[in-house]
């Protein structure tokens, strides 16, 4: 309504004008009022707002198509004005040269169907377009497309053609050409004139033997030949109409349908097994070209990785120490985006003092280490080869990483060492670590190893055949560690089948190619 | 025919109702109806009785009751055989009688008649001359049945397995063409189930009584040799004809096909059991009782029953063991040699040469040269008759497939319409779609056939209620004027080939 009533202001109709208004027809409106409420509802989005325009003044007049207030009499009585009765005509199709009269049902009287119309349906009567010859055209111009094909004949099929309208499966079903007597030997005197004496005598040989029944393939092909021909000859005005029809009918090969049908033949004709093995070549196929794609994927990533970064922006405001935080982190949330290899779990920082000592030490080295490796990098120079040595250097700094580690720990196991006997050691469940330790109090059946969810689930199989449950009821350290092993041990065999498996298919296939050769 | 053609616009209305009366006259019933229909109005069984009273005069019965009942003197002939009318003088009289009962006005509806593609010249001859002359129909025309097939189901392009009474036939279906020559067909069908249901019966030493023979009955249950039926012989006084009889056990062998009989898929199932037979514990639960007129229940277990539908696909098995009588000669396909249309010559222009092939000349063919096209090798017919195997439905299908032009045979096989009342039998379009996929494994193997048991049994008149109802159509009927300007000879030659 508000719509509505923002029209009113800007009119200048004030608030006691329209309610009188209203007033005055509030009471025929009563009656309309649940009707038009109802109405409201049913309006869509578009229609309401244009409904909210019309305001408190509803319309005078009722603006449906529909007449619901319509008796149901006075509806029957229209229905019997407006239906125009049918009427059984007769008519005649144009398509029809016999004028034969059949009769169907008309909307409207008879006297009102007098006007003529063409029967609706005749324009569904097409026919292609042959081209057309006489025996005349045939001699001049057709005789010597093909040699063993008559004047009859080509006729002949001509006809079929334009009565089947090149359908060539039922034309080559239908045809039914018989030569006659006269007709082979006139085109051996035929052919013994136009051919030299000597090979006359083959010549002969060739017509004696009896008519050969014609494929699709030859019929097409006379087809096609004397129609380019045909098309060919008739210019108009000395341009020759159709010249992309005739290329089309010039393209055809009689030689190669014959061999596409072969081969489709071959196509269809494939053994199961054949079949099969084709649909695991494509499968395979597709396989490499994800792996390429994912490779090129992979390569473009390191190379962008190596490029060194665009200093186009000017490095002045990297200068200041807050402008070195932001590009660290710009670098740090590009890093992350790109999808690496999830690093190993590291513990949470709570600051300096948290660290385990082994971890200081091992973090003070890496330090020193990068420290190292850069002042190589400087004094080699050389951009090409400083990633090289980059990596040589890592290696190093990791072997120097894990002598300095041991340190430290063989200094506690000594002290241990010295004070507990093995069994005692064992009895109360001390143990060295070789590898990094998380931080942090954990289950040991939390660290049983996991494997990829192949492997794992191979894994998984195998450990219920030999009846052992993943969840070990009694988790010591020794029956984890045991476990830990036969778990690797599974997956290594496991790996292991997969690759014999593959090996031993290759070499099958292999021999069965020998073979086959 | 521009209404055939496959491509043409879904949304336009393509009906135009001419009144026109469709005629399909098959092996085993005969239907009529108007064009636009969904069913016919009437089916009539493919017999008449004769009645010769005492002067001599003949008096022809068609209702179907009248037939079931026995008449002095009355003696029922086939109408049709082999999907073509043997009897035309019975024919007519038959389609008059329908006639008079829709209340057919000739002057004013065409009629359309479907026709076998092994149709002979002189039956076209016959037909032309019967509708448009003598019955002085406006107009007319003879559609092939597969060509009704193929536009019942909506498809322009398939291949037509029509399995009916007397002939199983497989017709490629091109564009609403019937390729005629590539047609090919066996004896195999539902006449030959009946004959291997009375062996089977008179094995069992049963005796088939017609239902109008029977007075009263009891309910008996068949156990050996020896049980016989309690029932009450009616008697006539008069001399009830053989034909009479045959007619009668028509239709309970027609009523066994219906109830008793199923496809298994592979014909192991059905030769355990039979090893087992012997033993003579049968497992009642796998048995199905037939009731006979005369109130004797016929056991069936599902092995028999099994074993005689299989017959389709395996003539060989049933005509090995013990010969079926009427079937003793091994059918190879060749159905237009059989039928004898081939040769028939009919005009100087329609000389057809011999074209189709047999099968086992195929393979030997196929052994040579794997690739040559079926079609573009068979100048050399056959020389040697080499005795061969009957020949099954699956093997007929696919030696159609095989001959067909490679550029349609995807698009056949694709399209496999199966059709005919026979092909009602339970797990048939099963057995024949596994059969065919192993044999076809590079081809998309689709067997089409509708559920409604009407549209199945009925769909080549449906096929051509719809035809005729086209607005297209009716610039093809063969008006009278145009029978008389053109003559018999040259229409046949020209548009009912």
């Not at chain 1, 395979?284 to 390191?302: C, I, N, S, T, V």
């Not at chain 2, 059991?273 to 033993?279: L, Q, V």
Request: charged fraction near 30%.
């Amino acid at each position: 309504m508000s719509m509505a009533s923002d029209i009113l202001d800007v009119l200048n109709v004030n608030k006691e004008t329209r309610n009188e208004h209203q007033q005055k027809k509030k009471k025929k409106h009563i009656i309309h009022f649940e009707e038009s409420a109802n109405k409201r509802k049913k309006i869509g989005a578009m229609n309401r707002e244009l409904a909210n325009l019309m305001g408190p003044n509803l319309a005078p007049i009722n603006i449906t198509h529909h007449q619901p207030n319509k008796k149901f009499k006075d509806r029957l009585t229209d229905l019997q004005t407006i239906q125009p009765s049918w009427t059984s005509t007769p008519f005649t199709n144009g398509s029809r040269s016999d004028g034969l009269q059949l009769k169907h049902w008309v909307k409207g009287k008879l006297d009102l169907l007098e006007s003529k119309k063409p029967y609706i349906y005749e324009k569904y009567n097409t026919s292609l377009d042959i081209p057309d010859f006489t025996e005349d055209d045939y001699k001049k111009l057709l005789k010597d497309i093909n040699p063993d094909w008559s004047y009859k004949e080509t006729k002949y099929l001509f006809d079929m053609a334009k009565r089947y309208d090149l359908r060539w499966a039922v034309i080559i079903d239908s045809y039914e050409y018989v030569p006659d007597e006269d007709e082979i030997t006139v085109k051996k005197e035929d052919q013994n004139k136009v051919d030299d004496k000597e090979k006359s005598k083959d010549d002969e040989k060739k017509e004696t033997k009896t008519y050969t029944p014609r494929t699709v393939e030859d019929l097409k092909d006379q087809l096609y030949k004397v129609s380019s021909k045909l098309l060919n000859s008739k210019k108009e005005d000395g341009v020759v109409k159709d010249v992309a029809l005739i290329k089309a009918l010039d393209s055809f090969d009689k030689n190669k349908e014959i061999e596409r049908k072969k081969y489709l033949n071959r196509l269809l004709h494939r053994a199961p097994t054949e079949i099969a093995e084709e649909e695991s070549l494509v499968i395979e196929a597709r396989k490499f070209e994800l792996a390429a794609k994912k490779m090129l994927m992979e390569r473009a990533q390191l190379l962008q990785l190596l490029d060194s970064p665009q200093s186009s922006a000017p490095i002045l405001q990297f200068l200041t120490s807050s402008g070195l935080t932001q590009l660290y982190n710009t670098l740090m949330t590009v890093d992350k985006s790109k999808k690496r290899k999830t690093e190993a779990p590291v513990a949470p920082q709570l600051g300096p003092n948290a660290i385990p000592y082994t971890q200081q030490l091992a973090k003070q080295q890496a330090v020193q280490q990068q420290a190292q490796a850069h002042k190589q990098q400087q004094q080699q120079g050389g951009s090409a080869a400083a990633g090289a040595n980059g990596h040589h250097g890592d290696k190093k700094s990791q072997k120097q990483q894990q002598h300095q580690q041991q340190k430290p720990q063989s200094e506690i196991l000594k002290l241990l060492q010295s004070r507990l006997t093995p069994e005692e050691m064992e009895v109360y469940g001390i143990k060295f670590h070789e590898d990094k330790v998380q931080a942090g109090v954990y289950l040991r059946s939390q660290k049983i190893v996991t494997f990829k969810p192949a492997v794992q689930s191979k894994v998984v199989e195998i450990l219920n055949e030999l009846g052992i449950s993943m969840r070990l009821t009694m988790p010591t350290g020794a029956v984890c560690g045991k476990f830990d092993k036969l778990m690797h041990r599974i997956a290594s065999l496991v790996d292991l089948k997969k690759q014999t498996d593959k090996i031993e298919a290759e070499v099958t296939l292999m021999k069965r190619q020998k073979g086959m050769l | 025919m521009a209404s055939s053609s496959s491509t043409a616009a879904p949304q336009v209305y393509g009906a135009d109702e001419v009144n026109a009366v469709v005629l399909d006259p098959g092996s085993f019933s005969t239907s009529v109806g108007y064009a636009g229909y969904d069913c016919p109005s009437m089916v009539f069984p493919s017999h008449y009785g004769e009645v010769v009273d005492g002067k001599g005069e003949k008096k022809r019965l068609f209702n179907d009751s009248f037939l079931h009942t026995s008449r002095e003197n009355m003696k029922i002939k086939p109408i049709l055989k082999n999907n073509i009318i043997i009897d035309w003088d019975g024919a007519v009289d038959q389609y008059n009688y329908m006639f008079k009962q829709m209340g057919v006005n000739p002057e004013d509806q065409p009629l359309m008649l479907t026709e076998s593609t092994m149709n002979s010249y002189k039956n076209k001859e016959k037909a032309l001359e019967v509708f448009l002359e003598q019955e002085n129909y406006c107009a007319f025309y003879a559609v092939k049945q597969p060509t009704c097939v193929a536009f019942a189901h909506g498809k322009a392009t398939c291949l037509v397995v029509d399995i009916g009474h007397d002939l199983i036939t497989v017709t490629p279906v091109v564009d609403g063409f019937c390729l005629r020559n590539q047609v090919i067909g066996t004896n195999y069908a539902g006449a030959f189930l009946d004959q291997q249901l009375k062996q089977f019966l008179e094995d069992k030493n049963i005796d088939i009584v017609p239902q109008y023979r029977v007075k009263s009955k009891n309910t008996m249950y068949w156990e050996n040799k020896e049980s016989k039926p309690q029932f009450e012989t009616k008697h006539y006084d008069y001399k009830i004809d053989n034909s009479v009889d045959e007619f009668s056990k028509l239709r309970v062998f027609q009523e066994m096909k219906e109830t008793v009989l199923s496809c298994s898929l592979d014909d192991q199932a059905e030769k355990v059991p039979d090893a087992d037979k012997d033993k003579m514990d049968v497992d009642y639960d796998e048995q199905r009782y037939f009731e006979l007129p005369n109130g004797l229940n016929v056991p069936f277990t599902d092995a028999e029953a099994n074993k005689i539908a299989n017959s389709l696909f395996r003539p060989s098995d049933v005509l090995g063991n013990g010969i079926v009588k009427g079937w003793e000669e091994p059918h190879i396909g060749n159905i237009i040699e059989t039928i004898g249309t081939a040769d028939d010559k009919s005009s100087k222009l329609y000389v057809p040469l011999r074209r189709t092939k047999r099968p086992e000349e195929e393979e030997k063919e196929k052994d040579k040269d794997s690739n040559v096209d079926a079609k573009a090798s068979n100048g050399a017919d056959g020389s040697g008759k080499v005795k061969s195997e009957p020949c099954g439905l699956t093997k007929l299908v696919q030696t159609v497939l095989e001959r067909i032009d490679i550029d349609w045979k995807p698009q056949l096989a694709n399209n496999i319409i199966v059709t005919g009342s026979t092909s009602l039998i339970p797990e048939l379009n099963k057995r024949l779609y596994e059969e065919l996929s192993i044999l076809n494994p590079s081809m998309k193997i689709r067997i089409q056939s509708v559920g409604n048991t009407v549209e199945r049994k009925y769909s080549t008149w449906i096929g051509g209620s719809i035809l005729a109802s086209l607005g297209t159509f009716h610039q093809l009927w063969v008006s009278q004027a145009e029978y008389k300007e053109i003559g018999a000879d040259r229409l046949i030659v020209n548009r009912f080939r």
